[in-house]
């Protein structure tokens, strides 16, 4: 009885304290541990060689995105690859959709397992394939389509790599930001969930037709 009452008065004591400085600095304290073990342990392994500027978090695509990429890709056949696929869902939805061979590469090697375990539990493992590698030291000059959802802060160098070693006839999907320097051919959806359509040979033209204007320009001013 005694004891019933002790706690119910230090339960109410607790309750009408006010929080005091050194509170607020265990509970930030606490909250930031939590938070900074997180990313060591969930989602910052793989990405230690990675350079700081480079790296990109995982945020899973919504499934209006997903639908905008697919909507994108239709009319298209063949491999397709998600750089940085994250759970596997484009490319598991890729694979539904007749897309063959279905290729994710993904550094994080718990979303690796995470992607095989939902290719697995819907009956997909044996036809999908997720890699753990580095997006940035794939040879892509086999890949036909194409698929990305990364930080904006990347995609400008992405978009070197992309001109360098695709195929004329390769098709890029990107999807929540658009790649900086590019045109897209078709763009579908809304805020958030907007993807875009690049073709490279369209943006290989391009740049032929910029540096010609360049080296007309130049040309004109120093003769
Ligand atoms: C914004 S998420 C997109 C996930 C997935 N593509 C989707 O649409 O749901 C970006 C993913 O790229 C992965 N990633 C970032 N840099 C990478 C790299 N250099 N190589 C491979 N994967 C990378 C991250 O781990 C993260 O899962």
């Known amino acids: 009885?005694?004891?019933?009452?002790?706690?119910?008065?230090?339960?109410?004591?607790?309750?009408?304290?006010?929080?005091?400085?050194?509170?607020?600095?265990?509970?930030?304290?606490?909250?930031?541990?939590?938070?900074?073990?997180?990313?060591?342990?969930?989602?910052?392994?793989?990405?230690?060689?990675?350079?700081?500027?480079?790296?990109?978090?995982y945020i899973p695509a919504s499934k209006s995105q997903v639908r905008n990429v697919m909507t994108l890709l239709k009319g298209r056949k063949g491999g397709i690859v998600d750089l940085g696929s994250g759970d596997g869902r484009i490319v598991l939805e890729a694979h539904r959709r007749g897309f063959t061979p279905a290729v994710g590469y993904e550094l994080n090697p718990?979303?690796?397992?995470?992607?095989?375990?939902?290719?697995?539990?819907?009956g997909h493992h044996r036809k999908v394939s997720y890699r753990r590698e580095d997006l940035w030291k794939v040879d892509l000059s086999e890949c036909k389509n194409i698929t990305v959802f990364l930080a904006p802060s990347v995609l400008s160098l992405l978009q070197k790599k992309l001109l360098a070693e695709l195929p004329n006839?390769?098709?890029?999907?990107?999807?929540?930001?658009?790649?900086?320097?590019?045109?897209?051919?078709?763009?579908?959806g809304l805020g958030v969930d907007r993807a875009w359509a690049?073709?490279?040979?369209?943006?290989?033209?391009?740049?032929?037709?910029?540096?010609?204007?360049?080296?007309?320009?130049?040309?004109?001013?120093?003769?």
């Open 110 to 122: 718990w979303l690796i397992y995470l992607s095989r375990f939902n290719a697995w539990r819907i």
């Open 198 to 223: 690049y073709s490279i040979e369209a943006q290989r033209n391009c740049q032929q037709l910029s540096q010609l204007t360049r080296n007309v320009l130049n040309n004109n001013l120093f003769v």
């Open 169 to 188: 006839d390769a098709l890029v999907i990107a999807g929540r930001f658009p790649f900086p320097d590019w045109t897209p051919y078709r763009i579908e």
């Open 1 to 57: 009885m005694d004891d019933d009452c002790s706690t119910t008065e230090a339960f109410d004591e607790l309750k009408s304290r006010s929080l005091g400085v050194s509170d607020v600095a265990q509970i930030a304290a606490g909250t930031g541990l939590a938070v900074y073990a997180m990313w060591v342990g969930i989602l910052q392994p793989g990405f230690r060689r990675v350079p700081l500027k480079l790296q990109v978090p």
